[in-house]
């Protein structure tokens, strides 16, 4: 059963339950309210009769009395006569006379007739009597069977309304969610451009709709950033393979002395070296672009990393000059600390420095350590030949290089890949560049507040 069809069935189920709930209240009520009416007018009816009969001396009212109920009867007599004989006499139960000695009044009904006694104590002669008046309560019988109709009638009438207003109601709510579904239906991935329907007001499908265009948007980007990297990859592996093969065909076309072969290995050998890094590097650049719940992640103090990082990247190259800047460290160090995988930490940072000292002909580099009360940050200031404004927003894309770095060597990957360890880490990285004037790049990660 679709939810449509249930959402109708449910508010149908509490339609007919909060009818009939109503139905059996107003009945109730009314069919109480008239039967305690009708017994406040026996009671009066049995007071007149007392009043007439035993307090003035007259006889009972004759049957046209004006006053009188429908199928009236009436009868008093003495506490000292036998109340079975009288109960038998006038075809009641005895106890219901008794009940009347003793509480002064008593109800009793019987064959439609419902009856009254009280107790009456005379003021003549001092004796107590039991007035007994009886009749049919006609208007209850026909008010109820009246009622009765009308709340069916009532109830037939509601439950189709209910039934219109239910199907009405479920159809303008489930509206919005069929066509969403109708165009989810037509979004694949030769049309992820399409987006679903949505609405200025701010309610729970709207919601899901937008939250829903969102994905899409990041379903978008990676179909195209992941069509632009296997387009790139290939762009990029296929040129050392074509030297390796050029090379290797070459110098099969015929006879040649050592040297040549020996020049011919070389140029496939760096080829290969080429082809080794370049397949090395995007490695690393697919394993971090992974959600990093695989990744081993220890408390660690960033200037610790820092520390570390200079030294490792000045022993692997000695024209490396880095100068760590501590001016800029918290009284707390707390807050130096952060959560996260130490290696991949280490591997992007050493992107950084390496690529600053690299592109400002190892001059001197400065990495800055400071921290907010929120996050620690790292700022890495070079002097060297910066990065042409109009590139900055290409700078994350794998395999893209600025168009003043023809001259050195590089592959356009470390960047991106130092993007990747960094958003696995919840941080983020801020770039600043001015052409011939250096680069500013800020690393941002959150403090750990757990030991």
């Not at 006889?59 to 036998?82: R, V, W």
């Not at 990093?292 to 692997?316: M, P, S």
């Not at 591997?347 to 420095?353: E, G, K, P, R, Y």
Request: charged residues 20%.
């Amino acid at each position: 059963m679709k939810n449509k069809s249930k959402s109708i069935l449910l508010l149908m189920s509490v339609f007919v339950l909060l009818i009939l709930l109503i139905s059996m209240i107003v009945y109730i009520s009314v069919s109480r309210y008239l039967e305690k009416d009708f017994n406040h007018l026996l009671e009066l009816r049995a007071k007149s009769i007392a009043n007439w009969n035993i307090d003035q001396g007259k006889k009972i009212e004759p049957d046209n009395a004006s006053d009188k109920l429908f199928h009236e009867q009436d009868f008093y007599f003495s506490t000292n006569q036998n109340m079975q004989v009288i109960a038998d006499s006038i075809h009641v139960d005895v106890r219901f006379l008794e009940e009347a000695a003793q509480k002064k009044i008593a109800y009793y009904s019987k064959g439609g007739i419902k009856y009254i006694a009280i107790l009456h104590q005379s003021q003549q002669n001092k004796q107590s009597y039991i007035i007994v008046a009886g009749a049919e309560n006609y208007l209850e019988g026909n008010l109820n069977i009246f009622l009765f109709q009308l709340l069916i009638y009532t109830f037939v009438i509601a439950l189709l309304l209910a039934l219109c207003f239910s199907f009405v109601l479920s159809k303008y709510l489930f509206s919005p969610i069929v066509k969403i579904t109708e165009r989810a239906k037509q979004i694949s991935s030769e049309n992820l451009h399409l987006r679903l329907p949505t609405k200025i007001v701010n309610d729970e499908v709207n919601e899901l709709a937008n939250t829903f265009n969102q994905m899409l948007n990041r379903i978008e980007t990676a179909f195209e950033i992941q069509n632009n990297f296997v387009s790139n990859a290939s762009h990029e592996l296929r040129t050392p393979l074509t030297t390796i093969i050029g090379e290797a065909d070459l110098a099969l076309t015929k006879e040649r002395t050592v040297e040549e072969y020996q020049e011919t290995i070389r140029v496939i050998l760096e080829a290969a070296e080429n082809l080794d890094s370049k397949t090395r590097a995007l490695l690393s650049l697919a394993q971090t672009g992974f959600n990093g719940t695989a990744q081993k992640e220890d408390v660690l103090r960033i200037d610790q990393l820092v520390w570390d990082t200079k030294e490792i990247v000045e022993k692997l190259d000695k024209r490396h000059s880095i100068t760590v800047n501590v001016s800029l460290l918290p009284e707390n160090p707390k807050k130096l600390k952060v959560k996260g995988n130490y290696q991949l930490l280490q591997l992007a940072l050493s992107n950084i420095i390496t690529n600053a000292s690299k592109y400002s002909n190892y001059q001197e580099v400065t990495v800055s350590i400071g921290a907010s009360d929120k996050s620690v940050y790292l700022l890495i200031n070079d002097s060297g030949i910066g990065i042409p404004t109009q590139e900055l927003k290409f700078i994350y894309d794998p395999f893209f290089r600025a168009s003043n770095t023809t001259s050195y060597e590089g592959f356009g990957i470390g960047l991106p890949l130092t993007k990747n360890i960094i958003d696995l880490h919840k941080g983020e990285i801020l770039v600043k560049s001015a052409e011939n004037q250096g680069t500013i790049v800020q690393i941002n990660l959150p403090i750990c507040t757990k030991e």
